[in-house]
């Protein structure tokens, strides 16, 4: 499960072709509404495996601060730009404007000391059958527009319709569902295509819930409203914030609604306690750091090692007003890589994608320009209990008994590694093994360039990026292959060309991310999926079709018990890594932050949250006295 509150815009997410939508906005009977909710079991909240944490009726979620400050203001970084303040066509159409999700609830909200774990938010209590083949969510009565007008069935009806119908992310995470309908005067019930999938009750209770009425309407101009375009019109929504002001392009800052509908509900107690949040926006990273430097942001999160080790060394880091705090990463995996694009018959051979790994001297580089920092990536769920290592066993090995003689045996033989490099006698070894691999795919050196046997082609890849600090690392890695008699160019291009180059699958290698939750599910379809591979705006960015790893997939999503989620999720790990879709890059373990000294926190934060910055923590006057006025 990847989705979740405030998370939608930087998920990963997924994409299927959908099918059909049957919304219906049924009418209904008393007699019938009544029979109905007398067979059901009602909940404050749902878990993918295990018992609730928080009983029905609690005051408010262990982690946070009851009795937090409201008030004060929160400046906060983006990268690139913004034309856009419609989720519906996030990822398809314009540029997504940073913390825009926070003006909507969703249905439920997700606890952040419990794994897979959500309550009743737009919804007081939801319910499903045995079979998980449905379910339904009952609104409260209290939830409002910031137009006074309540939350309906209908709105929620006509957000997943939209989401389904105009985002080839979600109409992928949606996939499954084929049926939302109005049930009771307060109810929504979503139907699935068919029982056993645990986790779609709660991947419907994270819709974004949009308002029907403003959507349907028209602008101060006249004009009609377009649920699948760009807008910069300021939306309404139902949230703890709403816009307050912008600069297309270069800022946006959100208000706290003083008369929030669910202010009190449990599940916000203690959080959204900044009565402004400002993002500003930076074209590139160094320009940040030096905004932050001189007090025009006050939190960064830092992804640079280099930066992480040269860049703060200044006053107000030596004299305590700025503090450096790094977080443990407890609650999500990664996968960063470089990534192939296997639509392309050059990289269609695992060999020859294994021989680039050979040719990648990861601890050359991560001694030289990253300061040793990081470690290599070996697992797709790297970080996470999830992560398979050495031989098969148990349950793991019996569900890869399914795909025997479909996947290399490898699989089965031998523990996936990287080659380790680091110095040249590895270097050499490392690169004979290249050239064999690359041989046996079909390559042959001519004139000192890899050339394939059967068309005479040299071999060309372009490394693509939009953040020119890609370049360093690119440009690192071109020698060795050079060596190998790969020509290598890399190309940096704005923001919106690189991600319209995607969308058309117009790239030969890119540095890719995948974030992995503890409990992995239907998201993977999307990551790994056939059907997502040539849906453009998936995260299927590889390409890949194939039946084995279809087959892993489905065993994570229809695991019965968390011990068989873990198994599962390993055998799909492992035929993912010995078909040498990516070449593997490195990690750190930890979240590096930078923050003026003026807000205060809960102790402990939340343990699956991060640093929970800024949604637990709250303005501090005193701290800010000491600190200084802002620039």
């Known amino acids: 499960?990847?989705?979740?509150?405030?998370?939608?815009?930087?998920?990963?997410?997924?994409?299927?072709?959908?099918?059909?939508?049957?919304?219906?906005?049924?009418?209904?009977?008393?007699?019938?509404?009544?029979?109905?909710?007398?067979?059901?079991?009602?909940?404050?909240?749902?878990?993918?495996?295990?018992?609730?944490?928080?009983?029905?009726?609690?005051?408010?979620f262990?982690?946070?601060?009851?009795?937090?400050?409201?008030?004060?203001?929160?400046?906060?970084?983006?990268?690139?730009?913004?034309?856009?303040?419609?989720?519906?066509?996030?990822?398809?159409?314009?540029?997504?404007?940073?913390?825009?999700?926070?003006?909507?609830?969703?249905?439920?909200?997700?606890?952040?000391?419990?794994?897979?774990?959500?309550?009743?938010?737009?919804?007081?209590?939801?319910?499903?059958?045995d079979d998980f083949s449905s379910v339904t969510y009952r609104l409260r009565a209290e939830a409002?527009?910031?137009?006074?007008?309540?939350?309906?069935?209908?709105?929620?009806?006509?957000?997943?319709?939209?989401?389904?119908?105009?985002?080839?992310?979600?109409?992928?995470?949606y996939r499954h569902v084929v049926k939302a309908e109005k049930t009771a005067e307060r109810d929504v019930t979503f139907t699935f295509d068919g029982p056993g999938n645990r986790e779609l009750p709660q991947i419907v209770g994270q819709l974004n819930v949009l308002p029907k009425h403003w959507w349907e309407g028209s602008d101060a101009s006249g004009k009609k409203r377009d649920i699948a375009a760009t807008t910069l019109e300021k939306p309404?929504?139902?949230?703890?914030?709403?816009?307050?002001d912008f600069v297309p392009g270069r800022s946006i800052v959100y208000e706290r609604v003083p008369d929030y509908w669910g202010a009190k509900t449990n599940v916000n107690i203690g959080r959204d306690n900044f009565n402004e949040q400002r993002y500003e926006y930076f074209r590139e990273t160094i320009a940040a750091i030096e905004a932050f430097k001189t007090d025009q942001l006050d939190w960064r999160t830092e992804n640079s090692a280099k930066s992480w080790a040269t860049a703060y060394d200044f006053h107000a880091v030596k004299d305590k007003r700025v503090l450096l705090e790094e977080f443990d990463i407890r609650?999500?995996?990664?996968?960063?890589?470089?990534?192939?694009?296997?639509?392309?018959?050059?990289?269609?051979?695992?060999?020859?994608?294994?021989?680039?790994?050979?040719?990648?001297?990861?601890?050359?580089?991560?001694?030289?320009?990253?300061?040793?920092?990081?470690?290599?990536?070996?697992?797709?769920?790297?970080?996470?209990?999830?992560?398979?290592?050495?031989?098969?066993?148990?349950?793991?090995?019996?569900?890869?008994?399914?795909?025997?003689?479909?996947?290399?045996?490898?699989?089965?033989?031998?523990?996936?590694?990287?080659?380790?490099?680091?110095?040249?006698?590895?270097?050499?070894?490392?690169?004979?093994?290249?050239?064999?691999?690359?041989?046996?795919?079909?390559?042959?050196?001519?004139?000192r360039k890899l050339v394939d046997v059967k068309s005479g082609e040299p071999l060309k890849v372009e490394f693509l990026a939009s953040d020119p600090n890609s370049e360093r690392f690119f440009l690192f890695y071109k020698p060795s292959l050079e060596r190998l008699g790969i020509e290598v160019t890399v190309?940096?291009?704005?923001?919106?060309?690189?991600?319209?180059?995607?969308?058309?699958?117009?790239?030969?290698?890119?540095?890719?991310?995948?974030?992995?939750?503890?409990?992995?599910?239907n998201e993977q379809r999307g990551f790994w999926g056939a059907?997502?591979?040539?849906?453009?705006?998936?995260?299927?960015?590889?390409?890949?079709?194939?039946?084995?790893?279809?087959?892993?997939?489905?065993?994570?999503?229809?695991?019965?018990?968390?011990?068989e989620l873990v198994a599962a999720t390993k055998a799909l790990d492992r035929v993912l890594l010995w078909h040498h879709y990516v070449v593997p890059q490195w990690t750190y373990g930890k979240v590096r932050s930078a923050r003026w000294d003026r807000f205060g926190r809960p102790d402990p934060l939340p343990k699956y949250g991060l640093s929970a910055f800024p949604t637990?923590?709250?303005?501090?006057a005193d701290k800010a006295a000491k600190t200084g006025s802002r620039s």
């Open 62 to 129: 262990e982690y946070v601060n009851p009795n937090a400050p409201k008030g004060g203001a929160v400046r906060l970084l983006a990268i690139g730009t913004f034309d856009n303040f419609n989720l519906v066509v996030a990822g398809v159409k314009g540029s997504i404007a940073a913390g825009i999700d926070q003006i909507y609830d969703t249905l439920m909200a997700p606890a952040l000391d419990e794994v897979s774990t959500e309550y009743g938010l737009l919804a007081e209590s939801c319910s499903h059958p």
């Open 236 to 244: 309404l929504g139902c949230g703890a914030y709403r816009v307050k």
């Open 491 to 521: 190309r940096t291009v704005d923001e919106a060309q690189y991600e319209n180059r995607l969308r058309q699958w117009d790239f030969d290698v890119i540095t890719a991310f995948w974030g992995e939750s503890l409990s992995p599910g």
């Open 531 to 563: 059907q997502a591979a040539d849906q453009p705006g998936s995260r299927n960015l590889v390409g890949i079709k194939n039946e084995a790893v279809d087959a892993m997939i489905e065993r994570v999503i229809f695991a019965k018990s968390r011990a």
């Open 144 to 173: 409002k527009w910031h137009d006074g007008k309540p939350v309906t069935p209908d709105d929620v009806i006509f957000s997943f319709a939209a989401f389904k119908k105009h985002s080839p992310q979600l109409s992928a995470y």
């Open 331 to 447: 609650s999500s995996g990664i996968m960063q890589a470089f990534a192939f694009n296997i639509r392309r018959d050059k990289f269609k051979d695992a060999r020859a994608r294994r021989a680039f790994n050979f040719a990648f001297d990861f601890e050359e580089m991560n001694k030289q320009i990253f300061f040793g920092q990081y470690k290599r990536v070996k697992s797709y769920f790297e970080g996470l209990e999830l992560a398979s290592s050495g031989l098969p066993e148990g349950q793991e090995l019996a569900i890869l008994e399914a795909v025997r003689g479909k996947v290399p045996d490898e699989v089965f033989t031998t523990p996936y590694t990287n080659p380790v490099g680091g110095s040249p006698e590895n270097t050499r070894n490392n690169l004979r093994e290249a050239i064999r691999l690359m041989k046996d795919a079909g390559y042959e050196i001519r004139d």
């Open 1 to 60: 499960m990847r989705f979740t509150r405030r998370s939608i815009l930087h998920s990963g997410a997924l994409a299927f072709a959908a099918p059909a939508l049957n919304t219906v906005s049924a009418a209904f009977s008393p007699v019938h509404a009544q029979a109905q909710a007398a067979e059901k079991t009602w909940r404050h909240g749902l878990s993918l495996f295990g018992d609730l944490k928080y009983p029905a009726g609690f005051k408010h």
């Open 616 to 620: 637990v923590w709250w303005w501090d």
